[in-house]
């Protein structure tokens, strides 16, 4: 089995989540003065910030982003559960772990073909399906994914956008629409739908709360901090190519124009997570959420060589969260480098079994798609293989991954 796209060092691109503010007078249509532009966005973050945190935006009214996405652990979920139970009677289970809403200001726009290399003029190497946002990359902008939980009969459950609208303008929202869209919005529902989803946009663009690069491993690169040596051999664990190789889609170097790391390359890769028997859907043997091939996604339903595959998230405040990868299936940070280092080595303590005693592994996905799944190191190795990393050098690792986490303050 071959990997079918290789991946190198991200260099930067377009990003999906960055917004160009494009603005003009909701009144004259004539472009904005440059103070008039800077107004405009510091009152649509404001009034992003409200409705992030604000549950009236919900069908049950008890809801907001922010249930989810929880500012105490990196904008992801406070909870041990691998879904969310939402909806009208916050019953209903989600698919998906929730990921956290850090470090998405440079996530480049969805494209089937990604082509990077040191020189610029060089596309000679196809890194195939990278970007976009959600964990199979189905939206590119902020805009368009928060009406993704907003209209989810499984998360915020409601029936549709005029109704998110009026449920903003029953909160006290009017005056602050009005002021970013003119006088007509007060009383336009749909008006007061679209200019909540540019506020929540505007919102998750706020780098103070969405990309302080605030982290230990932040203050290292500046100079401001050093790592201990279990740290330090962690980190040289997590890029050494023999080791755990992470670095190759997790990126722990500054880009070529000095963006600080970002911890991922954006990639859509088949990893092979173990089925996750909590999640309610999977109770049916014959679902699958087999990612960019669908069915949440559904622009490429059908495309075998598709299936499996799921962006590569960002391991910045990683340490924060309780659930791990797409399906949160994996309850802890040491059990997720674990599952890496022993997938090939020792894939029956990570699978299910099949009715005739034999491993199943890769068991989330339908055997047309295990042909996916990608094999580069530490996934190179056979069963009964010593694993990459040792269990001293995984605890390294995960040591190494706890200075990631924003908000680091040195010791006076
Ligand atoms: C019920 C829990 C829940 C609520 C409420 C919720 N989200 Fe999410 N959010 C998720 C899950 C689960 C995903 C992953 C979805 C997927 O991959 O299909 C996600 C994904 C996202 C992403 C993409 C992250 C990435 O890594 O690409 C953004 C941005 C986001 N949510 C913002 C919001 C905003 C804004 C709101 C409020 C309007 C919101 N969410 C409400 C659970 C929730
Ligand atoms: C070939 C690319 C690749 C390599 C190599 C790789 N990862 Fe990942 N990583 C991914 C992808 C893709 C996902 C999401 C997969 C999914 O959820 O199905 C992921 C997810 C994770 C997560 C879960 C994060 C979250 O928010 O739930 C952790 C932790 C992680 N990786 C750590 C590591 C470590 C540590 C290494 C090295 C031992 C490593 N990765 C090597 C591609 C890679």
């Known amino acids: 089995m071959q990997p079918k796209f290789r991946r190198g060092l991200w260099l930067g691109a377009g990003t999906a989540a960055a917004f160009l503010l494009l603005l003009t007078s909701a009144h004259t249509g004539q472009a904005l003065s440059r103070s008039e532009v800077r ?3 510091l009152a649509l973050a404001a009034l992003g910030k409200a409705l992030f945190f604000d549950p009236s935006l919900s069908a049950s009214g008890k809801m907001a982003c922010s249930s989810c996405h929880d500012p105490g652990h990196g904008f992801g979920p406070a909870n041990d559960l691998a879904v969310q139970l939402g909806g009208g009677d916050l019953q209903r289970p989600g698919l998906r772990a929730v990921p956290s809403l850090k470090y998405l200001q440079v996530v480049p726009s969805f494209t089937e073909h990604f082509f990077e290399s040191e020189d610029e003029a060089d596309e000679s190497i196809d890194n195939g399906p990278t970007g976009g946002l959600t964990w199979d990359g189905r939206v590119d902008r902020g805009r368009e994914q928060a009406k993704i939980p907003l209209l989810s009969d499984f998360e915020m459950g409601n029936k549709s956008e005029v109704e998110v609208g009026r449920h903003v303008l029953a909160a006290g929202y009017g005056n602050a629409i009005a002021d970013i869209a003119g006088p007509n919005a007060r009383k336009d529902p749909a008006m007061a739908f679209r ?12 780098y103070r709360a969405f990309y302080p690069y605030s982290s230990k491993y932040d203050a290292v690169l500046a100079g401001n901090a050093v790592l201990t040596p279990q740290e330090a051999r962690g980190l040289e664990l997590f890029n050494a190519p023999e080791k755990g190789n992470c670095a190759s889609c997790h990126i722990s170097e500054r880009g070529n124009d000095g963006t600080p790391p970002q911890f991922t390359d954006y990639g859509l890769i088949a990893i092979g997570v173990p089925r996750n ?8 043997p014959a679902f699958h959420d087999l990612g960019l091939c669908g069915p949440l996604r559904t622009d490429f339903l059908g495309r075998e060589e598709y299936c499996g595959l799921f962006r590569t998230p960002t391991l910045r405040n990683v340490a924060l969260r309780k659930v791990f990868f797409h399906n949160g299936g994996i309850h802890s940070l040491k059990d997720a480098v674990r599952f890496y280092v022993e997938r090939e080595t020792h894939p029956e303590r990570w699978y ?10 890769y068991d989330d996905l339908p055997e047309e798609a295990k042909a996916n799944i990608n094999t580069d190191p530490p996934f190179d190795r056979k069963a009964g293989d010593e694993p990459a990393l040792s269990p001293a050098e995984i605890d390294d690792v995960v040591a190494f991954l706890g200075t990631l986490t924003d908000g680091y303050e040195p010791p006076k």
């Open 277 to 284: 028997r909590d999640i309610p859907a999977n109770r049916d």
């Open 39 to 41: 107004r405009q966005s």
């Open 195 to 206: 200019t909540a989803l540019k506020a929540l946009e505007v919102f998750q663009q706020d």
């Open 352 to 361: 299910s079994r099949k009715p005739d005693g034999s491993v199943d592994k």
